[in-house]
């Protein structure tokens, strides 16, 4: 996604929520562990990591719904009050400095095709990936796989000096 096709739109099944990410995502993950299998009903999670200060909302603001997590320490999901659908998490790492973006309820999803497949090793069977793509039995290490100016503005999300 180049910069000038950086502003995307989404929002819940009622449209109460909508939201505009103001740049680029950091990365989009494919996660295939067997909590998101759980979580989301289906094979896999594609969620789209951005700087929080970078999603724009544009109707109602979600409700935060404190939920556990494989790490164990929780996650908030942002869900719309009036038709539930999760919107994006919070998880403990970065908390609320970070969203990870449903791709799912952004308007033109194919717009955020996944960076990498994390937690492949864990993965139904049945989902065959595309030859070539970045993938990862279990996660990765954060700085051999992301864009350098990803790695800096995760930096400067985090209050980090580079």
């Not at 994006?88 to 609320?96: D, F, I």
């Amino acid at each position: 996604m180049g910069d000038s096709d950086a502003i995307l739109e989404g929002g819940c099944t009622c449209r109460a929520v909508r939201y505009r990410l103001l740049s680029a995502p950091l990365i989009v993950h494919c996660c295939h562990c067997s909590w998101c299998q759980r979580e989301t009903g289906t094979a896999f999670a594609l969620n789209a990591l951005i700087e929080t200060e970078r999603v724009q909302l544009l109707g109602a603001a979600p409700r935060l719904v404190h939920t556990p997590s494989a790490s164990g320490r929780g996650q908030q999901i942002a869900r719309c009050a009036s038709c539930q659908v999760a919107l994006w998490s919070h998880y403990a790492g970065a908390g609320a400095r970070a969203s990870f973006i449903r791709v799912g309820t952004l308007d033109a999803p194919e717009r955020c095709p996944p960076d990498v497949h994390i937690y492949t090793s864990t993965k139904q069977r049945w989902v065959v990936l595309p030859l070539g793509a970045r993938a990862f039995a279990e996660f990765y290490e954060r700085e051999s796989v992301w864009p350098a100016e990803s790695l800096a503005r995760r930096a400067a999300m985090l209050g980090q000096s580079g």
